[in-house]
């Protein structure tokens, strides 16, 4: 678990504990509202991440990390700046049959980041075993450690060990974070409290109980789960959280009263709309996808001055303001037909596209590359093909080469589709060869290219 601070201190703390699909961005900003000092997101697979892209998503004022297929895999903001902690690992308890390894993935990332590095594990067989594989962590230098209170077979019908808890805490030096309390202590603020000099340790992290009730961190008292569940809502609209997140967060917290009438509304709805209508939040959500919209719209049209341009020079890239309008060109022949085909006339190597997708939007922009030349279109389009298609375009035309539109088709494209239709279907050296810009859908990443693209940085 890296931690996104030099300076967060694990004593005496109020902890949301890591909880898949619910730890997400809408869920950590509430639980800091309610008191919460620091907060843990969902488990990431470590692979997940290295594969991600970060962006900078303007519109939302946030960072996101997003996958080769578009889904953001952790979302994070100013707001929990130096209070989030991300975790990644094996799943579950996973790691615990392999205590080499947990030393091994331990010291390497103390020795390698500048950030706190914490651990946590469930407790194993044996207390001296557990003892034993506790003070092996302790050497590599983490920052603390969190103790769920049950062995891995376990669950949470089952009751916490405070004293497994409680001697390990006497006999560390770090500090020894307690977890496991929601089903048998922890009801209130008070209670948590209570939790802590039960187990003798430094802090308290909290899951299930604030799964039902983020606002169990209040001091005062928890909210009413209304008022609760109103302001996560407002939080998922205003962070564009994936509607069936935000569903399986708020059944969470309704649990028994699913059955209700706004259970069963929560139940069939299919979108953040249709949540926000079950709760009385139509016009909140109206109002801030219009404001979203506004704002994506304002960041859209903003002049090349005003807009972070990527840091590589692009000076070589020749570019055209043009998009591919179907309805234009010949239903057989495209421009990167025509591309493809003029490149082995001359004997050049085929064209490469690279495509990038823009957060903002989710529009497409390409650059092909055809004789160490690049090229572009300034017209961002809403697919992968039409940006390609657009990319082409522009080689073609500044070349002065016929695009397939209607009335300048090529006649050896024509003459290549005549012999592929008399070859049998079935004979491999009928088939188009692929083209590089069609092997591959990874939004946000260069593609076919181990160049630098001049997108980089959308």
């Given amino acids: 678990m890296i931690v996104n601070s030099l300076s967060l201190c694990y004593h005496n703390k109020l902890i949301l504990a890591p909880m898949v699909r619910v730890g997400t961005l809408p869920m950590r900003l509430l639980a800091l509202d309610y008191g919460a000092d620091i907060v843990y997101c969902e488990e990431l697979i470590d692979l997940k991440m290295l594969q991600c892209k970060r962006v900078v998503n303007e519109a939302l004022s946030t960072v996101d990390f997003v996958a080769p297929d578009d889904r953001v895999v952790f979302r ?110 922890i009801q209130k603020y008070l209670d948590i409290e209570d939790f802590r000099q039960a187990t003798a340790a430094s802090s308290v992290m909290v899951a299930r109980a604030a799964m039902w009730n983020p606002s169990v961190f209040l001091k005062e008292g928890p909210r009413p789960l209304e008022e609760v569940m109103q302001k996560y809502i407002r939080y998922a609209v205003q962070y564009d959280n994936h509607h069936t997140n935000t569903k399986y967060c708020l059944c969470q917290m309704l ?29 909140f959500y109206k109002e801030t996808t219009r404001e979203l919209e506004a704002r994506r719209a304002q960041l859209l049209a903003r002049s090349p001055e005003e807009t972070e341009e990527p840091a590589e020079d692009t000076s070589g890239v020749i570019k055209m303001a043009v998009k591919f309008d179907r309805r234009a060109y010949s239903p057989q022949i495209t421009p990167k037909m025509c591309l493809l085909e003029w490149c082995r006339r001359e004997k050049l190597a085929q064209p490469v596209y690279e495509t990038v997708q823009r957060p903002m939007d989710r529009l497409f922009c390409s650059v092909v590359t055809v004789a160490e030349q690049k090229y572009q279109s300034t017209l961002w389009d809403k697919s992968k093909k039409l940006a390609e298609q657009a990319a082409a375009i522009v080689c073609l035309r500044s070349q002065g080469l016929p695009e397939g539109r209607l009335g300048e088709e090529s006649p050896s494209l024509h003459k290549r589709k005549r012999e592929a239709s008399d070859q049998d279907p079935g004979d491999p050296t009928a088939q188009e060869p692929a083209v590089p810009g069609e092997l591959c859908k990874k939004p946000f990443v260069a593609l076919a290219s181990g160049k630098e693209s001049p997108l980089q940085g959308w």
């Fill in 255 to 283: 649990r028994e009263q699913l059955e209700s009438p706004q259970g069963r509304l929560l139940h069939a709805a299919q979108s953040s709309q249709e949540i926000c209508e079950a709760f009385g939040l139509g016009a």
């Fill in 76 to 185: 994070t903001c100013e707001r929990e700046q130096s209070r989030v902690v991300f975790q990644m690992g094996g799943m579950g308890a996973a790691l615990l049959s392999d205590p080499d390894k947990i030393e091994k993935i331990l010291s390497t990332l103390v020795k390698g980041t500048r950030r706190p590095v914490t651990c946590k594990i469930r407790l194993l067989p044996s207390l001296e075993d557990t003892l034993s594989l506790v003070k092996r962590i302790e050497r590599t230098g983490i920052a603390a450690i969190a103790v769920h209170g049950r062995k891995r077979e376990e669950r949470p019908q089952h009751p916490v060990s405070c004293e497994a808890i409680k001697a390990i805490a006497e006999t560390l030096s770090i500090p020894v974070i307690a977890n496991g309390g929601s089903h048998d202590h």
